[in-house]
């Protein structure tokens, strides 16, 4: 089953890469007491990934702020030493909170894993933006395909915040 607006997110233990290191953060951490916009992606370093959802959450990072926005953050069905490299290459590392996935256990939880073996990527998270306040979802916003970038934009959150 989806996740749905007015649904708690479900409880999961995410890898981020610090300066020391991979750590797990458990989503307590990320969505308790917090309005936080989450986007997830079907793969870092992809052209839709990589060309324009990321850079629209970093060119719409001090909009979101400005709406009360805490945390931005960015997950998806890649290890974290990916995530880590993205987050340096897209120059995301200092605004996005980037959580990987990387057995697909958020997804599964949210209902939102796809597989994408005919494209060689296997099992990996839809393409959604979901804005959450302490741990309820608020706004949801599901693309349908997963080279589309559109209804989960930046802008398209903004404009429900």
């Known amino acids: 089953m989806t996740i749905k607006i007015g649904d708690h997110v479900p409880d999961a233990i995410f890898k981020t890469m610090t300066s020391s290191g991979a750590s797990d953060m458990p ?45 931005v953050a960015c997950t998806g069905v890649n290890d974290v030493f990916v995530f880590g490299a993205w987050a340096k290459a ?36 839809k393409r959604y933006a979901m804005l959450v306040d302490d741990g309820v979802v608020k706004a949801l916003h599901i693309e349908d395909s997963p080279g589309k970038a559109e209804q989960s934009s930046a802008e398209a959150l903004l404009a429900v915040i």
């Open 27 to 71: 989503s307590t951490e990320v969505f308790s007491g917090k309005k936080v916009v989450l986007f997830a992606v079907p793969g870092a370093f992809t052209p839709t990934c990589h060309g324009s959802h990321l850079p629209g959450f970093i060119q719409h990072f001090d909009a979101l702020k400005a709406k009360g926005v805490d945390t």
């Open 90 to 125: 897209s120059g995301a590392d200092d605004k996005i909170l980037f959580l990987s996935d990387g057995n697909a256990d958020f997804a599964k939880a949210l209902g939102m894993d796809i597989d994408l073996s005919i494209a060689a990527l296997g099992l990996r998270s």
